[in-house]
């Protein structure tokens, strides 16, 4: 009977050691602060790829499941002829793949979508208006919403940080805005802002790569 309360005693306590130690490696609370490049190839305006800037914040709401929240400001080179200038804000929702936690020196592939608000500018260089006979520009600009949806992982460097890469299809709904690059009677290629009304779907894909760190932990472990 003392053999056997042995044995209980220490089975209890190797499976109390094990409850601890996965409480202990959980990230569930974490709040980590991010600083992104981004990329994204823009259909309506000849598939010139634009590079940008932001930052992020997530909320870890389990090891299986956490949330994103960004801001992107993207400029487009529009073959010389002209700029496309992209503001994102908006939130992810992000799946783990995996059912463990991030752990020093391993991959978290992840799923992510959600949705954003969106800015969004076109503008010519300078060109010569024969009409009023002087150099100008024409921008045109909208507000629209958009819905993004893809993969990406996370590399741990540590417990506390990470690199992330990812890519997304990106579809936005507003006003209608594109641009052309024309070339006129002598020879010079120009950018053409059409006039357009009523809305449509725009899609481009995004890609993003990020350097996050935990700045905080409000779980209670």
């Given at each position: 009977?003392?053999?056997?309360l042995?044995?209980?005693?220490?089975?209890?306590?190797?499976?109390?050691?094990q409850?601890?130690?996965?409480?202990?490696?959980?990230?569930?609370?974490?709040?980590?602060?991010?600083?992104?490049?981004?990329?994204?190839?823009?259909?309506?305006?000849?598939?010139?790829?634009?590079?940008?800037?932001?930052?992020?914040?997530?909320?870890?709401?389990?090891?299986?499941?956490?949330?994103?929240?960004?801001?992107?400001?993207?400029?487009?080179?529009?073959?010389g002829?002209?700029?496309?200038?992209?503001?994102?804000?908006?939130?992810?929702?992000?799946?783990?793949?995996?059912?463990?936690?991030s752990?020093?020196?391993?991959?978290?592939?992840?799923?992510?979508?959600?949705?954003?608000?969106?800015?969004?500018?076109?503008?010519t260089?300078?060109?010569?208006d024969?009409?009023?006979?002087?150099?100008?520009?024409?921008?045109?600009?909208?507000?629209?919403?958009?819905?993004?949806?893809?993969l990406?992982?996370?590399?741990n460097?540590?417990?506390?940080?990470?690199?992330?890469?990812?890519?997304?299809?990106?579809?936005?709904?507003?006003?209608?805005?594109?641009?052309?690059?024309?070339?006129?009677?002598?020879?010079?290629?120009?950018?053409?802002?059409?006039?357009?009304?009523?809305?449509?779907?725009?899609?481009?894909?995004?890609?993003?790569?990020?350097?996050?760190?935990?700045?905080?932990?409000?779980?209670?472990?």
């Amino acid at each position: 009977m003392k053999y056997l309360l042995i044995l209980f005693l220490m089975g209890a306590t190797a499976m109390y050691a094990q409850q601890t130690a996965e409480t202990a490696n959980t990230h569930q609370g974490e709040i980590s602060f991010g600083v992104r490049t981004t990329g994204s190839l823009f259909s309506s305006t000849g598939n010139y790829f634009g590079v940008g800037a932001g930052w992020q914040v997530r909320y870890r709401l389990s090891d299986r499941s956490g949330t994103e929240w960004f801001a992107d400001w993207i400029t487009t080179d529009i073959g010389g002829v002209g700029y496309r200038y992209d503001a994102h804000i908006g939130e992810s929702m992000i799946i783990y793949l995996v059912n463990k936690p991030s752990r020093k020196n391993h991959l978290s592939p992840y799923f992510l979508g959600g949705f954003c608000g969106d800015y969004t500018k076109i503008q010519t260089n300078l060109y010569f208006d024969d009409e009023q006979q002087a150099y100008g520009k024409i921008s045109k600009d909208r507000w629209s919403f958009a819905t993004q949806l893809g993969l990406g992982t996370h590399y741990n460097l540590s417990e506390r940080l990470d690199l992330s890469l990812s890519g997304q299809y990106v579809l936005h709904f507003g006003r209608d805005i594109d641009a052309t690059i024309e070339t006129n009677s002598i020879g010079q290629k120009y950018l053409l802002i059409p006039e357009k009304k009523g809305n449509a779907l725009e899609g481009h894909f995004f890609f993003t790569l990020s350097a996050n760190y935990v700045i905080a932990d409000l779980s209670k472990k």
